[in-house]
């Protein structure tokens, strides 16, 4: 059955139908029947049509003469083209105002690589690189706030190396270099892991997005990585507060503009690398040097001295002699040769052993020291015999110094040792002969220490 209400509904609806337009009737009976909740009644909408199929509602032309009803359908489907042209015409607009939006973005793009490019040939500190590359982004591309950030040495964490923002919100001290994020956690720990890109338009709709305390506001998001071809070195961020801040365009751009700024800080990486292996190598360099240097000198110390009494030795003694006399010789220079044997030393091994003779060539040796004088040359020459070559001296200043030479070693403690150990001295001058060769006024001092000698033997 149908409701009496559906019925005075209907009639009161009806009534319109034949003078209004079906299309205002239609709405009008469609909302009250809806109001009323007559759709929902079967009997009432099996009614309904059949009243419709009796009475038709008019068509558009249906009450137009011929001419009328051509001329109406002709201005129809001009009205129809009319309407594609505007929305083809809206599309294109629209296009063509995202491909101007695209050059301008892409022109700006270049800019910052040819920016980040000049920074990259007087700059090789990362830190410092990465800082004024995000200057360039900010003052070129199109974000709220951007982030750079490299592997540690463990390549276990990314530590934050410099981030830029934009705005009066923007707050300096929130971004805090050296900030760690671990491989693999959050959108820039995947990315660091993958070396794929991420981008998210609602960071807050996405389990990936971990939230660092910072005072600014995130909404898309896109990480993209820094690497080459054999290693991830590295994640760039650029964020928006705004949905969808990032179409395909700017993200393709953006790939394109990180692997760049990718291989200038790898480069600079590489060159800080090489100036520490340079550091390294160095400090290796002078330690080894210095090492050497004092080897060197030990050989060369060892090469001239004599083990037992530490004076020079035999060779540095003749080395010594021969350029003093070719001195002597070419610039009208003197000095004088002392030859210096030691009396009773073999009684003192045949008696008390080698150990106690070896006791009195060093006493002698220290004898020597105690009274040398400074450029001097004193050596002992093998066994017993010792060499000293007084520079700058006369016949007479050089008796004088073997004279302190006996009364310095007549003072030496040499205990119970019988027969007391003496020295004989022989004495040659530059002067005295024309001596050609080292040997000759070498001979000439061993001539009179033999003499020496003699005597010391006649007196006795």
């Known amino acids: 059955m149908i409701p009496i209400i559906h019925w005075t509904l209907l009639r009161s609806t009806f009534s319109g139908y034949r003078r209004k337009s079906f299309g205002i009737w239609h709405r009008k009976l469609k909302t009250k029947l809806f109001s009323e909740g007559a759709m929902s009644n079967p009997y009432f909408l099996k009614l309904l049509n059949d009243i419709l199929d009796l009475h038709p509602a008019p068509g558009p032309f249906d009450s137009l003469s011929a001419e009328e009803e051509t001329l109406a359908k002709r201005i129809y489907g001009e009205f129809e083209k009319a309407q594609i042209y505007k929305n083809y015409t809206g599309i294109y ?125 995130i909404t898309s998001l896109l990480s993209i990585p820094l690497k080459n071809d054999k290693e991830i070195f590295g994640v760039i961020n650029f964020s928006h507060p705004l ?63 004599d083990p037992l009494t530490g004076l020079y030795n035999r060779r540095f003694f003749f080395t010594r002699l021969e350029e003093e006399l070719s001195r002597a010789i070419r610039y009208d220079e003197h000095f004088s040769l002392l030859l210096m044997d030691l009396d009773n030393l073999k009684p003192v091994n045949d008696t008390y052993g080698h150990l106690a003779g070896d006791k009195v060539i060093k006493a002698f040796a220290k004898s020597l020291k105690a009274i040398g004088r400074k450029g001097d040359v004193i050596a002992r020459i093998g066994g017993d015999e010792f060499g000293y070559i007084l520079l700058e001296t006369d016949e007479k200043g050089a008796h004088e110094f073997a004279d302190r030479i006996h009364e310095n070693f007549g003072k030496a403690n040499h205990g119970s040792l019988k027969p007391k150990p003496t020295v004989s001295i022989g004495v040659a001058h530059s002067t005295m002969k024309k001596f050609k060769k080292h040997q000759d006024i070498y001979k000439a001092a061993d001539d009179d220490l033999y003499r020496e000698k003699k005597k010391k033997k006649i007196a006795r």
Not at 192 to 213: L, M, N
Not at 265 to 279: E, F, G, Q, S, T
Request: hydrophobic share 40%; with cysteine; charged share 35%.
């Open 93 to 217: 607009l629209r296009a063509l105002d995202g491909t101007e939006r695209f050059y301008e973005i892409s022109i700006r793009a270049l800019s910052a690589l040819i920016k980040v490019g000049k920074i990259e040939e007087e700059v090789k500190d990362v830190y410092t690189l990465c800082k004024k590359t995000l200057d360039i982004f900010a003052q070129e591309l199109e974000f709220e706030n951007c982030s750079i950030m490299l592997k540690d040495s463990d390549n276990e964490h990314l530590i934050l190396m410099a981030g830029r923002g934009r705005g009066d919100k923007y707050v300096t001290k929130s971004w805090k270099k050296g900030r760690r994020i671990k491989i693999g956690e959050g959108v820039a720990g995947r990315v660091a892991e993958t070396g794929e890109y991420i981008f998210i338009s609602d960071v807050t709709k996405d389990p990936r997005f971990k939230q660092i305390s910072m005072n600014v506001e």
């Open 243 to 305: 949905l969808e801040a990032f179409d395909e365009n700017k993200i393709n751009l953006m790939v394109l503009l990180s692997s760049f700024v990718g291989q200038m800080i790898m480069l600079a990486m590489l060159h800080n690398k090489i100036a520490d292996w340079n550091d390294i190598l160095r400090i290796e360099v002078e330690e080894k040097t210095s090492e050497l240097t004092k080897k060197n000198r030990e050989l060369e110390r060892l090469a001239v001295q």
